[in-house]
């Protein structure tokens, strides 16, 4: 069966809708955090809890493709309005968690964070 999952227009209040325990979960970009995949099953991190649900993170992110949101390692997907800092191999985020950054996508990290930054300057 097909997971259902809803990109929300921003003229009906904007956000993301996924089938979560025989319901729905609506969340705003801005409340997402990250993304990990353990085990065949997908984690999103809010700012107040965590939420399971199936799936596969390259779904995810092209799901959330419209959030600046950046991948770390093959099983994390990061806001990058709630990183604090790259530190290393990893990235901090402002709730103090840290999230490893993979070799392979250490310069894609680096592009899309200063890529993001250089935007909300201009």
């Known amino acids: 069966m097909k997971q259902v999952k809803i990109r929300m227009g921003k003229n009906r209040g904007g956000g993301f809708v996924w089938e979560y325990k025989g319901g729905l979960l609506h969340l705003h970009g801005s409340e997402i955090c990250y993304l990990h995949s353990e085990q065949r099953k997908i984690y999103i991190h809010t700012v107040k809890r965590t939420y399971e649900i199936g799936g596969k993170l390259d779904d995810e992110e092209e799901f959330l493709k419209e959030l600046p949101i950046v991948r770390t390692h093959y ?5 990058i309005r709630h990183l604090e800092q790259v530190q290393g191999n990893e990235v901090i985020m402002k709730n103090g968690e840290r999230i490893p ?5 250490r310069k894609q990290v680096r592009d899309t964070i200063l890529s993001s930054l250089k935007g909300r300057m201009s």
């Open 75 to 79: 099983s994390y997907l990061v806001h």
């Open 101 to 105: 950054i993979s070799e392979r996508c």
